[in-house]
């Protein structure tokens, strides 16, 4: 060899190359750079070994914030799957055997075709620097490729790719990896055909694929996505050049934080171009193409894109247009027309097959480039953007009573909690679309936090609202969070950010008619065991219902006040740290004297302001009258065990919300203090508050949706064995169709739960007015149990059922409802039997107590009162069951188990009285009569009683009363049957009242 030619040559090839070299470095200085391009960084070679073996199609991901790169490598005469992880080159596949194909990488997974038993799909899990173990994902399938990873919003994974199926030619298949496994396979094109390239992402999480396919001498792009279970037919995608088919190299991404979808491709119609469609969810269409390649740009590989944490699209693709292949990059803001193609790295060996990912703030590329001296190997080169809108995830964090779950019925730990249906949900619905349409996509960039109103705050924090910001910051480009806080929800927030958990998370925390200085609504549950004149969200007669359900569960061994205050701690923890009781003198009494002191929020407020770099903000509602100080008479042994620190007789008002005052919305620690003229509930239901809010958490929204406000509420629950299926005044229907053996709705605001559970409710929003009626249908074998609740902001009504059911058995009554005065609403059943069947239950359940607490003498008497029932001889049945009270009162020592029996006694005597009402026809005379003996009967008890501290006394008088009171009512409304019955039982509990004066072991009534 001519050593002299050999160097010449030699020279002239190095002067080329460095020519070439300074060509492209002044191309790099003097081409035009959008404002976007700051620094890459220098290009990182991956693969260590050395030589000239090829590392080919490499593929990038992000897992903890760190880079993760696989490819394609052929050292040691293998086809293997390396990657770079942690600084490190880690070998992925664990043959030797060679494999075929692209692999493809997703967080610490990845997939790659696979020869070592046929041809499938195997995939590997990263731990640590090392992949555990190779796994077939998916076997038998026929020459698998072009595998193609993606995730939902809730991180859940598909992977999709194509395969050579004899009789349809190339295919597009998918699978998606839950808990460990992956699903079976699906087909999603099966065509004679070739399908192929196929492209996988995510719309929320519905799964989208995009492949090429031939056609008029060329390639289009079609798509299918999921429905339900089924992939639908192939739509064809238009790519706007006229029906050419001259599309090829599609990549869809996704934005998932956003519900944002892009579909990239190379199309050559008239020279190679990179083009951009998005995705509109409304038409279930790609919209019109959007060029991003520059003019004399010459694309010759398949484009990869990603979103940055600003909704920008990046887009990477190798170039030919400086004579050499070279790997650009270019972003898209919005919809808009893209910036200036922008070249990542001049080089004088060709860079090909790129791939791009984003995360935290780093945007990275990858490459294989070519050199004649080593080969093709893997570069990596990144640079770190600085966001110009650092948007961070927003939670709601609802009011008190605004959530539910079964656990509120069932009082077991539970986790699915919810906005409560119809109640909760139709008032923060708009807030919630309106910050969804702002770009917070929700489970990504929006959450709701529900949570078990019930508690300590202290738990509330532990089970709910900590865990949900640590699901919230993997999504946040600064790992913090906002907060919207309505009501209770600013005391839940303040909890956490005050607490020794509190990690720095929280970026603006916004209440909404938070009271961060009690309100005295919580007064009437914590003393009185009662839900609040005009409680949000309708919750006066539920928490009543709750009540009753809880002391029912406790069999009597704690009394009501007990029960009250151990199921409804959170209550005495919104009591108010100020005077805000005022005796009939005029005098106000210390707070912090009383025997209910709130020390919990009293510790929170006398910690001075938040933590430093929280911005908090306040909104305030004002304009309505709203409890401020509460007039008290002493307590009196005719409160039982209620209201021992004053019972409330009247209310003084100041401005507000209506629920929580002004002054107490307004904490001194917030920087900024908004007020607006709406009630508690619009402030997060109408527009006007919702811009406001919007305004001061910073979310940008566009669109204001208003929510819906509840006025009237009718709830129907059931528990195990039946269910229902009710039909309102106008026909319409919702519940359990016995026909076609499915649930039903037609009616608006109105939702099924438990559908499959041992608890079932129904709640109706609104209700029409009118005649419903109830169909109660059997699901096995054994007692039921019916609760009907109508609830206005004024007053309820509360009806218990009881039942015994067989499968497909079925009781009918009426309902008829009153939504303008609840207490007149009424269970209708012309022949009783309702009635009578519920009597009987109820004696059952009662006998088995009584069994329990060996009381031979109420089982002989039960017996007695249930035979009486069953032959129709109600009022019969009415006098031996208040006879059987005042045995109970002379020979059951314990209190509460007197009481617990009494009460339940209660609801069968209200079953009897119904029955009677329904059945019998009673004279106007002999009502009046009736009445006058009981208002004479009540009038001796009182006199016998006055000077009385007997607790039962007083409790039994009431009960008198109130019996007096409805039977007058009746009278006045004609109902002279429902008048009578009332006042007979009126006329007996004034002669059981006496009872109690002989039995005293001090004599008198005293």
Known sequence: MDLHY????????????LLAFVILILIALFTPRASFASSWSAPLKLN???????????????????????????????????????????????????????PDVLGNISVWPDYRTGIDLYYSVLSGNTWQGNVVARASSHSPDYVSLASDISGEMGVSWHAYESAHSWDIFYSEYTGGNWSAV???????????????????????????????YGNVLKYSFKEGTTWVPAKSIDTGLSGLATAQHPELISNRLRNQMALLWLDYYTRRDI???????????????????????????????VFDSDDNLWVVWQDYRTGEEQIYVDKISGYNSPQTDTLVFPSTYSQTAPDIAFDNGKLAVVWEQNSSLTGTDIYYSYQELESTNPKEPILIVPGMTASWSFSLLNNKESSDWRLFPVLGERPYEGLIKTVEDAGFNTDSFLYVVPYDWRKHHTEIVEKFLKPAIDKAKLNSPTGKVDIIAHSQGGIVSRTYIQGSSYENDVDTLVTVGSPHMGTPKAYYPWEGGEAPPNYMFLMKGLYQMLLNIYYDQEGGVLSRQEVNQKYFPSNKEILPVYDFLRDSDGNLFDFASLGSVNNFLLTLNDQGSLPAGIHFKNLVGTGFDTTSVLNVVPYSWEDGEFWLDGKPVGEEMVDGDGTVTAESATSPFAEQVETINLDHTDLIAKTPGIQKICELVGAGCAEYFPGVTVKSVLHINARSPATFFVTSPSGKSIGFDSNTQTYINELENAEILGKDDDFKWLIIGNPEDGDYIVNVIGTGEGPYHLSLLMENEESFYIKDLEGKASLGSQDNFGVVVNSENPKETRITDKTGEIFQKSTGAKITELENFAKGDKFKFILKDLAIISKFSEKGKALLALKQLYSLRKEITLRIPDKNKRVFYKEKLNSIAEDLSEYFANNEKVVKKVAEISIKQAIKELSVARKKTSSSTNQEIMAVLNLCEKNLSEATEFFQFGDYSRAYVEAVQAEWLAKEVMLFCGVNKGGGCN
């Open 6 to 17: 050999f160097s010449a040559g030699l020279k002239l090839r190095l002067m080329k190359r």
């Open 48 to 102: 260590q070994d050395i030589g000239s073996a090829q590392q080919r199609n490499p593929v990038i991901s992000f897992y903890n914030q760190k880079p993760v790169v696989v490819w394609r490598d052929s050292r040691d005469g293998k086809d293997g799957v390396y990657s770079y992880v942690n600084g490190m080159e880690a070998k992925v596949n664990d043959s030797d055997i060679n494999y075929r194909g692209n």
């Open 186 to 216: 699906e087909t999603v094109t099966e065509n004679d055909s070739a399908e192929w390239q196929p492209t996988l992402s995510y719309f929320g999480e519905i799964p989208f694929v995009v492949w090429s396919t031939p056609e008029y």
């Open 275 to 305: 083009y951009v469609s998005f995705y509109d969810n409304l038409s279930k269409s790609f919209g019109e193409r959007i060029l991003i390649s520059d003019a004399g740009s010459v694309p010759t590989g398949a484009p990869a894109g």
